[in-house]
Structures are given as structure tokens and as C-alpha cells.
């Protein structure tokens, strides 16, 4: 995936605790770095994961998801620091 | 997480939890991978990037969307199936401020609704209306729906449909789009990643519409049921995307959003006190004379007036009835009359009571008031042993006697001709009723009938019939 060198332009969070599970937002990341986890969340469902890394931050995967708070999607701030961030998968 | 900004998280206007479940209260209750949650976020951004959430009202059906209220923190209703651009309509007609948003399914508005989104639509009501098609009953197990694709099997066409018995696809936005009012109607649908971005413009379109006080405005979207339709969502997604829209064409039907005017504001409803004037009806109530003299004798009348629409049977009624209001008594005067507005048969109940009147049909009359044939040998049998009939005409047809009734037979239209006007029949005949029964008092029916005449002439003509009918009992009483 993106080179680790150069700085995300996105991210994404997924909150496990709100996804059912449907794998809709696995299908809407053209650049597949997200997908369904192997274990369950409490509810029952196999929630999504990021890969932690990769993400442009173009929300499509937002969108797609009929969850109203599953998905949030960042974007790297105007001036980004030097650090990378710490992105943590859900 | 510093490094970043928020680009895309949950709407403002969904509420933090969800109440309607003890657990769970993040999550809605759509099943996996359904298309009301995707509808339902694209229609939640919207309101937040519009500004509108303190001022928007969202309608919500019947179907598996009953329940959008639980989500959006905005002015809620919930409706009988199919009936929501009914309720918005109202909404939108009693708030014109406010921003009227009608969900429905495809059950929901194709088929019990119909009607109403097909006036509401006419009317050019100022309305959005989301229109959520997934080509199946949801809610209740998979029922056909009008929009149902020919050949799919449902509970309801376990064969698959076929168009001889259940008719083909219902193309809602098409047949809206032979209408002359709709500002702005399209098909859109959540099959990828493309058409859910044409999908949330076209909803915020719909809105701003609205917002700028443009006319009807809806967005019908294709959207998945992957629990009906049995299949995983990401299938689900992938058919409506490749199937469902072969059978609804995406697209513009109607955009008048550039030259479509806003609306003219509704005119406000007139102010109670202009509405004697609108019904021309006199001013005031002449002071009603109940008060000093109410009728002290006991009074049950029951009476049953009957004949030909046009006859005057339904006013005579009502002159004995709000007579009986003056004089301080119980009354109720029902009408029951056919489809025609002259010559078909007509008749009325009246009841005047010191006690309160448990029901206003008179099944069992002690007066009955017969103008013409037919209805003195229908309702005779019914009168009350030691009842009063008053029959119009010169003499009792055959077979029509009863020997435990009194009979007052006079020509009673005949005998307003000679006062000037055969349609003041009827007020010949209640003076006649009045004067052989004795139970009201003059001043009680003559305000009555200050009231209910229509003009000045009348009045007069009235009065005099009902003077008339007095004089005609003593005169020449007959059988
Ligand atoms: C007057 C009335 N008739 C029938 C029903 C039963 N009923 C509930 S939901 C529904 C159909 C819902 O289908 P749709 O509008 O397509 O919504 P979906 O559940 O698919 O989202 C029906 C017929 C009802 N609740 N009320
Ligand atoms: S924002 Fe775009 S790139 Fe990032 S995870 Fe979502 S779909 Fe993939
Ligand atoms: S689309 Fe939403 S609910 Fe479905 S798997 Fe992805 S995060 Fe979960
Ligand atoms: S039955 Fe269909 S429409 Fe209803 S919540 Fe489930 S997926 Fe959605």
C-alpha cells in the first residue's frame, strides 16, 4: 500500500461497537485498505478494520456505510506536522 | 488523530442515541447493509450543510422506515400508511417556514398511497418527498409491491409476477412526470459508490428546493433489501446497480428548479369574526327568548319528515329543531338523503327533548310528517300508537289508515300557492304541526326562522305560510 515514507492524506475510524457488519464499506475502498475483521464484535457481527494505514481520505467508504456513526473519515490537516500520526485500527 | 480534520462523521441532526432500544442505542434497526440507513445519512447531511434542523419536520411512513423519527432530531410525525404527503401538506400549509420532509417506501407510497402522492404532486405542494424504492414489502415479509420487477417471486406471487394478474412495475417518477406541477423528480440509487454520490446530490437538491420556496420536489431511490431479497448486501447492492436499474432508468424526469417561481405565500385563514360574512349569514344571533320563557311542559317528539328532495324537508326539520333550542330543550335533527339534489326521496330526523337525547334516529316516530305518498306508506307502519300523521294531500291514499293515529290531511303545497310560493309548502305544514300539537311556543320559531331563512323574502313568506298552516287547522280539520 502507500509508502510509509510519505504522509496519509486520510483516515479512517471505524467504531466496531456501531458496525453491523455488512462489509459495504470494505467493497466502497478502491484502495483496499479496509476489511472485515476475522473476530466478532459484542453484537455478533465481524465489524470492519483499517489497515491502519493507506487511506486518502476521499469518504467514499462513508457514504456507503448505512450506519449513521460506523464511519468517520479524515483528512490530513492544511499544515500537517512533521510526525505521523498514530492511527489506530478499530 | 491531531494531524487530521474531520472530513465525514455523524450527522449533527441524528440524535446521540437512539432510544427506541434498551441496547444498541447507536445503531438503527435496519438490518445489515440496508439502503434506509444510507438514505437516511444522506438526508441527515444534507439538513446539517442547509442549516434547516430547527426548522425541519420529517414525516415517517408505514413500512420499515416507521421508525426514522427515533433517528433525526428534528419535528417529527409519524403517519397512517401512506398518507404521509397528506400530512405534509398540512404541515407545510399550517408552517410554510418550516421544511416538510415525506419518507416512504415503495409499498407505502405505490400502493396504499397512491392517491395522495399523486394530488399532492398535482397540487404542486412545496413538499420533498424521498421516495424509497426497494421493490419489495420489507416491514412485512416480502410481500409484491407495486414496483415489484415482473417474474421476481414474492410471498404474494410465489410463481414470480406475472403482468396478466399483478400488473407491471409501477414507474412512479415517470408517471409524476406527466404532471404539470413538479418542479424537480429523479431516480437515483445506492449501487456503488457513483450513483451514492448522484444520490446525495440530488436529496440536498430536493431540499434547497424547499428551502427557496420552489413547488414539489422528489427523489426516488432505488435501494437494497438484502434481507428480503435473500442476498448478502454486497449482492443486494450489486442488483440494484445491474437488475433494478434496467427496470427504473436512472435520471432527471422533471427539473423546473431554474425557472420554477418560489410560491406565492398561502393567504391566511380568515379571521373567525369575517365568517358570518363569508356564509352570509346574519350577524349575531337574534336574542334568543329561551331564557325568559324555557319550555316548562314535558316534551319527547319524535318526529320523522319525509318526501321528495326539493320539497323543503330537510328546512323543516331544522326550523323545528332550533325552536326546540330556544325553548331551552334537547334536540338533534339528522338529514338522511340520496345522491340527488332534486326529486330523489329526502327525509329527516328531529327530536326535541327535556332530557338528553341518547340517539338522533327517530325509528319509532310520534309525529310523522309525510309530503307525498311514498313516504306516508313507508314510514306509517313505524308511527307510535296515538302518533300524529300530517299528510299532504287532498285525501288518504288507499289502503293508508290506521285507526290508533290522528290524520291531519290538507293539500299543504297546494295551500301555499295561494300565499304566493308552492315552496312554502313545508312551512304550512309545520304551522299546522305546531298548531294541533301545541307544544311550542310562536317566539321560539319565529326566531328559529329569523335565523335559518335566506333572505329578507323568505322571512316574510315563511312566516305567513306558518301562520297560514295555524289558521288551516281550525278552519277545516278533515277525516
Ligand atoms: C393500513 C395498513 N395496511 C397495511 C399495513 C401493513 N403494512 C405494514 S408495512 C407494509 C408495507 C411496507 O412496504 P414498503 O412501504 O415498501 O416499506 P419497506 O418496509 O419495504 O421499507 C404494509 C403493507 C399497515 N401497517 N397499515
Ligand atoms: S476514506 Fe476512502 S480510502 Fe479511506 S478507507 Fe474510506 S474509502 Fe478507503
Ligand atoms: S459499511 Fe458500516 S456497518 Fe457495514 S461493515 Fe462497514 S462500517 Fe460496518
Ligand atoms: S427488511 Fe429490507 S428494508 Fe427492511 S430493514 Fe431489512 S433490509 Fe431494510
Known amino acids: 500500500m502507500s509508502d510509509i515514507a510519505r504522509p496519509d492524506k486520510g483516515s479512517v475510524a471505524i467504531n466496531a461497537d456501531e458496525c453491523k457488519g455488512c462489509g459495504l464499506c470494505v467493497i466502497s475502498c478502491a484502495l483496499g485498505v479496509l476489511r472485515q475483521s476475522d473476530s466478532l464484535n459484542r453484537f455478533g457481527y465481524h465489524p470492519a478494520v483499517y489497515a491502519g494505514h493507506g487511506c486518502n481520505g476521499c469518504g467514499l467508504c462513508f457514504y456507503a456505510c448505512p450506519e449513521p456513526g460506523a464511519i468517520a473519515v479524515y483528512k490530513r490537516a492544511a499544515a500537517p506536522r512533521a510526525t505521523q500520526p498514530e492511527l489506530v485500527a478499530a | ?479
Open chain 2, 1 to 479: 488523530m491531531s494531524e487530521f480534520d474531520i472530513l465525514h462523521q455523524r450527522a449533527k441532526c441524528f440524535y446521540d442515541s437512539f432510544e427506541r432500544k434498551a441496547e444498541l442505542q447507536h445503531q438503527t434497526h435496519y438490518c445489515p447493509g440496508c439502503g434506509h440507513g444510507i438514505a437516511h445519512k444522506l438526508i441527515a447531511q444534507a439538513i446539517d450543510e442547509l442549516g434547516i434542523q430547527d426548522r425541519t419536520i420529517l414525516v415517517s411512513p408505514v413500512g420499515c422506515s416507521v421508525f426514522a423519527y427515533y433517528y433525526f432530531d428534528v419535528g417529527n410525525v409519524q403517519v397512517a400508511h401512506g398518507r404521509a404527503p397528506a400530512v405534509a401538506t398540512a404541515m407545510k400549509r399550517a408552517l410554510p417556514h418550516g421544511v416538510v420532509l415525506s419518507y416512504q417506501g415503495d409499498g407505502d407510497l405505490a400502493a396504499i398511497g397512491t392517491a395522495e402522492i399523486l394530488h399532492a404532486a398535482n397540487r404542486g405542494e412545496p413538499i420533498t418527498v424521498f421516495f424509497l424504492n426497494n421493490a419489495i414489502y420489507g416491514m412485512t415479509g416480502g410481500q409484491m409491491a407495486p414496483t415489484t420487477p415482473l417474474g421476481e417471486k414474492t410471498t404474494t406471487t410465489p410463481f414470480g409476477r406475472n403482468p396478466w394478474t399483478e400488473g407491471y412495475p409501477l414507474h412512479v417518477s415517470e408517471v409524476l412526470s406527466s404532471l404539470e406541477a413538479p418542479v424537480y423528480i429523479e431516480r437515483v440509487a445506492l449501487g456503488n459508490n457513483k450513483m451514492i454520490q448522484q444520490a446525495a446530490k440530488a436529496v440536498r437538491k430536493a431540499i434547497a428546493n424547499q428551502v427557496q420556496g420552489l413547488g414539489f420536489s422528489l427523489v426516488e431511490i432505488l435501494s437494497p433489501c438484502p434481507t428480503i431479497w435473500k442476498m448478502e448486501p454486497a449482492d443486494a447492492q450489486k442488483w440494484v446497480r445491474e437488475e433494478l436499474t434496467k427496470v427504473y432508468p436512472l435520471g432527471v424526469f422533471r427539473d423546473k428548479t431554474k425557472e420554477a417561481q418560489p410560491r406565492p405565500a398561502p393567504v391566511p385563514a380568515p379571521s373567525l369574526d369575517e365568517l358570518p360574512k363569508i356564509f352570509s349569514a346574519k350577524e349575531g344571533r337574534p336574542p334568543a327568548l329561551a331564557p325568559a320563557a324555557p319550555c316548562r311542559r314535558t316534551v319527547d317528539l319524535r318526529v320523522k319528515v319525509a318526501g321528495f328532495g326539493g320539497q323543503g324537508v330537510l328546512m323543516l326539520g331544522q326550523v323545528l329543531a332550533e325552536a326546540g333550542l330556544d325553548a331551552g330543550l334537547e334536540v338533534s335533527w339528522l338529514p338522511s338523503y340520496g345522491p340527488e339534489m332534486r326529486s330523489g326521496t329526502s327525509h329527516c330526523h328531529v327530536r326535541l327533548s327535556n332530557h338528553e337525547i341518547d340517539s338522533p334516529l327517530v325509528s319509532r316516530p310520534n309525529v310523522l310528517m309525510a309530503m307525498n305518498e311514498p313516504s306516508l306508506r313507508k314510514f306509517l307502519p313505524a308511527v307510535e300508537p296515538g302518533g300524529w300523521i300530517f299528510y299532504n294531500g287532498t285525501s288518504l291514499p288507499e289502503g293508508a289508515m290506521r285507526t290508533d293515529v290522528t290524520f291531519i290531511v290538507q293539500p299543504f303545497i297546494a295551500l301555499a300557492d295561494r300565499i304566493g310560493d308552492t315552496r312554502a309548502g313545508n312551512m304550512v305544514m309545520l304551522g299546522a304541526m305546531l298548531e294541533a300539537t301545541g307544544l311550542l311556543e310562536s317566539e321560539w320559531v319565529a326566531s328559529a326562522l329569523a335565523r335559518l331563512s335566506k333572505s329578507e323574502r323568505w322571512l316574510d313568506l315563511n312566516r305567513r305560510a306558518i301562520e297560514f298552516g295555524r289558521e288551516v287547522i281550525h278552519r277545516e280539520v278533515s277525516i
